[in-house]
């Protein structure tokens, strides 16, 4: 019995060893939540249920939570034992590409470039070189308006990624990378790529300015002196005049409405939005240590308050004023501790060797003795939580025979399975030792007595035997 013992005090060692720290993933947009027994030095292994060791680790990863848009908490407490709305994802963003309508810089500039040949104005050499520069400078210019219209809409776009409460975060991040990629005509971002930028927008944005206006400047002095020698001008050469000089006022009103400085400004906030998002983990992490039964874990999701209709950072002091969006609440199974359980019932032990000896007609006479006689017993049931509705342990009991002929005391030990969640019933069955009586030393079966009335002597011995039994808590369980 005492090598029975060991082993199922071994077992119930086992058990506890298996369960470890938990991982919770709960992926905010999708509603689902995954469970993750995490073993020292292995990779994490999915579990079906919320299981944790006593006193270890429970941790809670919500994903695809985007911290721009939401805040959240975790509320742990100790216990005794609403869906995502459905929405069109594609409906929610629009194409990661450039607008093909791009206004250009000639449109900006506005009138059309007048289609002549070499001839009149342009057979002077003076003339042609410096319609050729000022072709140039808007060129430069051209490109360079396409590549801020480009940057324009890259920092929106960047602004609704970054503000999109239903995009999974890889989607976010990969969408990010398109966009700046594309600014940048590059395959791949490095932090020093935007400073390389800023750079080469200015000296577009200095070299196109200058040269357009000391092209421009050129190309009607060109056509003023083209007229005083020819008497006048013809009209296509007029045309060109006209041409230049709408170029030349509204490069002015260009320079007005967008300097270097805006420039270097745009570039900087385009950083700050992908360098903001690339950074962000968009998850929400809380932990607590499994002490009790069970734990209950409450998520609370909330809207982050806003300013200009633009989400700006909760306080998360103050979390009771924001509005609340939706609450995600879980049960874990704390395993591991050992509980000890009393019970009262019935006991039904079986002895191999149970005879009981009678005198008759002066012989001693051996009959068959009262195997399975009910005894009234009293149960201290153990076992390792699990937090289900059946538990398997080991239990020892005292049972006293409720029949007349036999007092002795029974002692149970074995194993016993436990039902119910609150005042639970068991079921027992294990060995037993107990109190046999027997010949005294010195008498057999069929040996004669003085009388037919003498008392054949007996004598008590223990003896080890099988037992079953049932019984029922004798208090509510407290998980």
């Not at 092209?215 to 230049?244: H, I, P, V, W």
């Amino acid at each position: 019995m005492i090598r029975k013992g060991f082993l199922l005090l071994l077992a119930f060692g086992l058990v506890q060893a298996k369960a470890q720290s938990l991982r919770i993933v709960y992926d905010f947009n999708k509603d689902d939540v995954r469970f993750y027994r995490v073993v020292p030095e292995k990779d994490d292994v999915e579990i079906s249920q919320p299981v944790v060791g006593r006193n270890k680790m429970v941790k809670v990863e919500v994903v695809n939570f985007n911290k721009f848009v939401y805040a959240a908490n975790c509320q742990f407490e100790a216990s005794t034992s609403k869906e995502s709305n459905t929405v069109n994802l594609m409906g929610m963003i629009s194409p990661l590409i450039f607008p093909g309508g791009t206004q250009t810089f000639f449109t900006t500039m506005g009138g059309k470039e007048p289609e002549v040949g070499r001839g009149g104005l342009l057979s002077t050499r003076s003339a042609s070189a410096a319609y050729d520069e000022l072709q140039e400078a808007y060129t430069t210019l051209s490109a360079l308006e396409s590549s801020m219209n480009n940057l324009d809409y890259a920092i929106k776009k960047l602004n609704d990624l970054k503000y999109n409460p239903y995009l999974p975060t890889d989607t976010i991040k990969s969408m990010s990378d398109h966009l700046v990629e594309m600014v940048l005509v590059r395959n791949s971002v490095n932090p020093s790529d935007f400073s390389d930028l800023v750079l080469a927008y200015n000296d577009k944005y200095k070299s196109g300015v200058s040269e357009l206006r000391k092209s421009s400047g050129n190309f009607l002095k060109a056509c003023d002196e083209y007229a005083n020698s020819r008497g006048g001008m013809q009209s296509e050469d007029q045309e060109l005049k006209e041409y230049a000089l709408s170029l030349q006022n509204r490069l002015n009103t260009f320079t007005q409405e967008i300097s270097a400085q805006d420039i270097t400004e745009k570039i900087n906030t385009l950083e700050a939005l992908y360098t903001s998002i690339k950074t962000t983990t968009f998850t929400f992490n809380a932990s607590q240590m499994a002490k009790d039964d069970e734990l209950e874990i409450k998520l609370n999701f909330y809207e982050n308050p806003k300013e200009d209709e633009i989400p700006q950072t909760a306080n998360l002091n103050a979390m009771d004023q924001l509005k609340k969006i939706k609450d995600k609440t879980l049960t874990v199974t704390v395993k591991g501790d050992m509980k000890i359980n009393s019970s009262i019932g019935l006991g039904f032990p079986y002895f191999v060797n149970n005879e009981s000896f009678v005198n008759r007609d002066s012989i001693i006479t051996a009959q068959e003795g009262n195997n399975y006689s009910p005894n009234f017993a009293a149960y201290m049931n153990f076992y390792p939580y699990s937090g289900k509705i059946a538990n398997l342990g080991g239990t020892f009991g005292i049972g006293l025979p409720l029949t007349t002929d036999n007092r002795t005391i029974n002692m149970f030990m074995g194993l016993s399975a436990l039902f119910g969640s609150d005042n639970r019933i068991a079921l027992h069955a294990g060995a037993t030792l107990g109190q046999l009586k027997v010949l005294d030393a010195g008498y057999q079966v069929n040996d004669k007595l003085l009388s037919a009335t003498q008392e054949v002597p007996l004598r008590n011995i223990w003896q080890w035997g099988a037992f079953a039994g049932i019984s029922f808590s004798l208090t509510e369980l407290q998980k």
